[in-house]
């Protein structure tokens, strides 16, 4: 599956990326900002986002909002990777995408959650 990572923190994309290619079979493009984020997920075909929430440019929410927003029900799936996990949080996560993974995670359980996020979600 071809999965679009936001991530600004250098450390945590190569982690994530490295698990999810290596454990999961997946391809995993990396962007570091929002507006990237936005960019990429308009312009090519990924089936699932993983945005950050805490980014440069644009955090993940307005990412998500605006994604859908131009997609217009053709939106694919929007995981959430976030330290921030206050149920005010959670809940805007939830509401707005099809789910959130807390942050730190375990590189070696990350895909495990994302395949449960997605399976709830079809």
Not at 44 to 70: F, H, S, T, W
Not at 76 to 81: E, N, S
Request: hydrophobic content about 40%; proline content about 7%.
């Amino acid at each position: 599956m071809r999965v679009l990572l936001a991530e600004d923190d250098p450390n945590i994309s190569i982690i994530a990326k490295i698990s999810l290619e290596k454990i999961a079979g997946h391809e995993v493009t990396v962007v570091n900002d929002g507006e990237s984020a936005l960019q990429e997920a308009l312009t090519q075909n990924y089936a699932l986002i993983l945005p950050d929430e805490m980014m440069p440019k644009m955090n993940g929410l307005k990412v998500c909002q605006e994604y859908k927003a131009r997609t217009e029900g053709a939106a694919k799936p929007v995981i959430f990777l976030s330290a921030k996990s206050q149920d005010s949080d959670i809940r805007e996560f939830t509401d707005n995408g099809t789910g959130f993974i807390p942050k730190p995670f375990d590189p070696r359980k990350l895909p495990a959650p994302i395949e449960e996020l997605l399976k709830g979600a079809a």
